[in-house]
């Protein structure tokens, strides 16, 4: 039952459209499946890592007004310069070779998801949920462990599609269209902090 939950829950989070989303979606378009997952995975390990917070008891630190606000403005700082960067991106369609990449270019990749899923607020709040149903849904530690495992490896299967299916268009976008989506990336990613500064500052 709690693996049954756990691939559900997983699945269920595609519906979450968010800065995330559209990290994994441009970098999918211009660097390839390749440089796509290492966001993916960067992704995951910061979703892991949010997991093992929130069930020791970090949730606390985390709900705390004083630490939410910090944790909002630094997040928000972060999505702004991404935002702002989208919107100046080319179109380019260049393919790009793996073995042009440096290892540099591949940490960067990796780090870039795991950063802009990190300084997120609301996913700490996801989890936190998911988390806290878990621990009152399930008797042991070993159905907690499966239901909490399966959801992040769903989350990183589904992730990983995107982005392989990301590559997949590439091909039928021109230079004008992707530039365009590129600029539609970088507004939205601008909307999403003014989104999280609006809801510390209406909390």
Do not use: H
Request: charge should be positive.
């Amino acid at each position: 039952m709690a693996f049954l939950e756990g691939m559900l829950t997983g699945l269920a989070m595609v519906a979450f459209v968010g800065p995330v989303f559209f990290t994994l979606l441009q970098v999918s378009l211009q660097f390839g499946f390749r440089s796509g997952f290492l966001v993916a995975l960067g992704i995951f390990v910061s979703d892991v890592v949010c997991v093992v917070l929130c069930y020791y008891g970090a949730s606390a630190f985390f709900t705390d007004q004083n630490n939410e606000f910090w944790i909002a403005i630094i997040g928000s700082i972060v999505l702004f310069f991404i935002g702002g960067a989208y919107l100046f991106k080319k179109g380019e369609i260049a393919e790009v070779k793996t073995s042009s990449l440096k290892s540099t270019n591949f940490i960067g990749f990796f780090t870039k998801g795991f950063l802009v899923n990190f300084v997120n607020p609301f996913v700490f709040a996801v989890w936190i949920a998911i988390v806290g149903k878990a621990q009152s849904s399930y008797a042991t530690f070993t159905e907690v462990c499966i239901y909490l495992s399966v959801t992040l490896i769903m989350i990183l299967l589904t992730d990983s599609l995107k982005a392989l299916l990301a590559q997949k268009i590439k091909r039928f976008l021109k230079p004008k269209v992707l530039s365009t989506t590129y600029k539609i990336i970088g507004v939205l990613m601008l909307l999403f902090a003014i989104r999280i500064l609006y809801y510390i500052y209406t909390k």
